[in-house]
């Protein structure tokens, strides 16, 4: 129910993800108001999936901590239980990011060992995604959060971007030690002992060059990051749009031009994980179209057919081990 | 001798300001090696400006503060020493951003009554320059230093962009009460309290849409933004070239949307005001075209006329009687 054209576009969403024949119908459930769902379902020929009635909805915009609180029976947080209980192996949603991490923070809990949830948002760059860790979920981090993002990213990036030694950076406003203070330069040293891939210092241009596959930040400025791209993007659009309507281009040069923007659009990438909780949970943007829905499905059957969880407890196990007195 | 192209966009810059009428060329004291700077002079016709030997040049990416220390005798100390005995009014560089703030502390000074100087870059949206303040002086600000910062971009905003009534938006990663942590809510109570125009939080997308005139945040996160929107113009700009490469368009498309991207160019608008030091300091990008120069020489002229220093000086001094115990 969750998303700006919800539940139009996570049922053709889920339709994408069966005929693409990766996902089977019969495991899919799909959780909402019933009667908004039947009609869709019967014109998208989506049988046999199964259907969760869930009475409530939490939309967009809605303060997302009070919602959980009082709104039990919305699809969100019957979802989530589903998942807990085991009737559902991973979750997904286009709905209000908020909700989604506090309904899972309280629904699922934490991994063992994790000591704060983050959200991984693969971005966009000239080679491929970049992974940005925490984008919001832990708004001021300890460098120990961080060290455990950028052990869960690793893990993230070799499920379902095939990268099997993905290389990491810590967002700086500098190259240099000392830049940056405290807070970065006990995060470097932290992330030098750990047992991933760690390139050291990245900065801002550097994340959308693909410099390195994980960006670990604090929530506050990935969050922001994030907006300012999306932003961004817009504007460039808008800018090229006026550009367009003063000197008309011939059609192909148009499709071509639209289709480098649609590069950009990180809605596309099948979703950002919250990574840390003990289910692979799975968050897409509002404005999440059908194809992005189908990626995130696609996405979160790759996680559990990896083992994500298992993974990640693994490595944080034996990180706390080697190093951690 | 700042800057990538240096001295000779520098140069031509200066020229590009005399020629455009508003600067007088006996008002342009030339800072830097002389046997660099006079062939130039002589080659674009720039007497009667005047020449300020300095032997030693600190390079764009040498750590800031060891080369202000050492280098005694560099453009960049000369020139500020210049500002600070009263032979100059104004400071304009393209050099060393580091090297410039540390050197303005240091031989200039903070103004009575500030706690830190702040960069402010004025940022392009779809509704003219936003300034974001700070952008790296200050990487962990305390509210008061926003407050502050608010209350001095408000004055630049006068000054430069002939904004009466600057509108102030405080960075966030949420529009309710209540996000983005304690420190955000003292600094929001400080601004409420201030004699701005506050308008509230504000979220990254926010900037390019030219909700407000002013954003204020730490250092940190607005250098992030400030590189983040770098490297994503860049990208943007490699995926039209390479859409373009497939399908070339018309000539005067191709222009329109070159232009396009050239007005995102943060670099073109006239140079970072450092805010806060005794007198009006100008930074530009290292790649500051002689275009940018200019501007950068104009708005030093601007602030000085305006008397931007006279106003956050009275302005501090009515907030601290008016709020602060």
Known sequence: MGGDHAPRAVLEGAALAIGSGGIDPASLLLVGREEALRPLIEELSLQPVEVVH????????????????????????????????????????AGNTGAVVAAASVVLGRSKGVHRPGIAVPMPTQKGPCIVIDVGANIYCKPEHLQQYAIMASEYCRAVFDKPTPEVGLLNIGS????????????????????????????????????????????????????????????????????????????????????????????EYGGAPLLGVTAPVLIGHGRSSPHAVMNMIRAAGSLVEYGLNRHIAERLAAQSGGVSP
């Open 176 to 267: 240099e030690e000392g830049k940056g203070g405290g807070f970065v330069s006990e995060t470097h040293a932290l992330l030098q002992a750990s047992d991933i891939s760690y390139r050291g210092f990245i900065e801002g241009q550097d994340i959308l060059s693909g410099a390195v596959d994980v960006v670990v930040c604090e929530g506050f400025v990935g969050n922001v990051i994030l907006k300012v791209a999306e932003g961004l993007a817009k504007f460039v659009g808008q800018q090229v749009h006026n550009a367009f309507a003063l000197h008309p281009p011939r059609n192909e040069v148009k499709t071509a031009v639209n289709e480098a923007f649609a590069s950009l659009d990180y809605a």
């Open 54 to 93: 869930a009475a409530e909805v939490i939309s967009m915009d809605e303060p997302a901590s009070a919602a959980v609180r009082s709104k039990r029976d919305s699809s969100i947080s019957v979802a989530m239980e589903a998942v807990a209980s085991g009737q559902g192996d991973a979750f997904v949603s």
